[in-house]
């Protein structure tokens, strides 16, 4: 989602190229027709220079179904976020775009103010599920961790590069 990708689906009939945003459509359920498979995965060029952050929270490093996970990209011009993208998984029944929380972020320095509005910018923007995985407010408190660990990884990369560059 972050990179928007597109996914190309084959069957006998031909491809298609679907969106990866909006390709799920609800529970267990998406685009994907039933003699079809995911045969590539398109990614964009221009996201080449972003910080990246992925995420995934499971009671097991392999093999276990997410309780949460976060997926990321930044950029940051003259010491603030020129560019953020932020997808989230397993807090609804679908994978999630934040862009409130993205608007959030945007055009920002870096200040415990900034993540403490982020954070309120997610809680407002999702609805967590409540299941046998996990519980919703375990999954709004994660979220807000994982969100603010990405802002502060972003902060500390720009600040690394400008050392770099003197």
Same mark, same amino acid.
């Given at each position: 989602?972050v ?6 689906l084959a069957?006998?009939?031909g ?5 990866? $945003?909006?390709? /799920?459509?609800?529970?267990?359920q998406?685009k ?5 498979i ?9 996201f080449?220079?972003? /910080?990246?952050y ?21 950029k940051?011009?003259?010491?603030k976020?020129d560019?953020? =993208?932020?997808a989230?998984?397993?807090?609804? $029944? ?9 608007a959030s972020l945007?055009?920002r320095?870096?200040?415990p103010?900034?993540? =403490?509005?982020? =954070?309120?910018a997610l809680?407002?923007? $999702? ?10 407010a375990? =999954?709004? /408190?994660?979220a807000?961790?994982?969100l ?7 902060f ?7 050392? /770099?560059?003197?």
């Open positions: 989602m990179y928007e990708a597109e996914l190309l069957s006998v009939r491809q298609r190229r679907v969106p990866y $945003v909006g390709f /799920h459509t609800g529970y267990k998406t994907l027709n039933a003699d079809e995911v045969a590539a995965i398109a990614l964009r060029p221009r080449a220079n972003y /910080h990246s992925s995420r995934k929270v499971g009671t097991r490093n392999a093999q276990a179904i997410a309780k949460l996970c976060l997926a990321a990209l930044g940051i011009s003259a010491n976020i560019d953020v =993208r932020l989230i998984g397993s807090m609804a $029944v679908t994978p999630l775009r934040l862009r409130r929380t993205e945007l055009g320095e870096w200040s103010a900034l993540v =403490r509005d982020a =954070r309120q809680e407002s923007e $999702v609805a967590p599920i409540d299941d046998i995985r996990s519980s919703a375990y =999954r709004i /408190h994660v807000g961790n994982l603010q660990e990405f802002v502060e990884s972003l500390a990369r720009e600040q690394v590069s400008a050392e /770099h560059a003197q």
